[in-house]
């Protein structure tokens, strides 16, 4: 199968080697994201995960999808103790549709006030 990678200028072109997402078949596998570049940059996890959502949702609608297609989602969080924040979050954003997830606490994101990095994938 052919692979399609793309990325979007309005979430920023990448300034590293990766592409925003990339498309094979009828699944489409995204890079982390992160609130880097957003107003939400500097505020706590609950807020930068939705502005993570708000890009994960821009993706879907370039493929003619929404957040409930979305298959699985790897949540990267520096504080276990932004859990709590996160998850009320993500139950906003996704609503009915929850996609399968895995949660994985890292030390630290590129940015020292990045609290959270989420990567995607999404059904077409």
């Given amino acids: 199968m052919t692979l399609s990678r793309q990325n979007f200028e309005a ?4 300034v590293g080697p990766y592409t925003h997402a990339v498309r094979h078949g009828d699944t489409v596998y995204t890079s982390g994201f992160t609130a880097f570049g957003t107003k939400e ?13 708000e890009q ?10 929404t957040l409930a297609d979305l298959i699985k989602v790897t ?26 997830s895995s ?3 890292v030390s ?6 990045l609290r959270v990095e989420i990567e995607a994938v999404f059904g077409l």
């Avoid at 940059?41 to 959502?53: F, K, N, P, V």
């Avoid at 994960?56 to 999808?65: E, G, H, K, N, P």
């Avoid at 990267?76 to 932004?82: E, H, K």
């Fill in 103 to 105: 949660l994985v606490m």
């Fill in 108 to 113: 630290g994101l590129f940015a020292p006030e």
């Fill in 11 to 14: 979430l920023g072109l990448p």
């Fill in 75 to 100: 949540v990267f969080l520096t504080d276990p103790a932004d859990i709590p924040a996160v998850r009320d979050a993500l139950e906003a954003g996704y609503g009915a549709a929850v996609p399968a």
């Fill in 41 to 53: 940059q500097m505020s706590g996890a609950g807020e930068q995960t939705h502005a993570i959502l």
């Fill in 56 to 65: 994960l949702a821009y993706i879907a609608t370039q493929y003619d999808r």
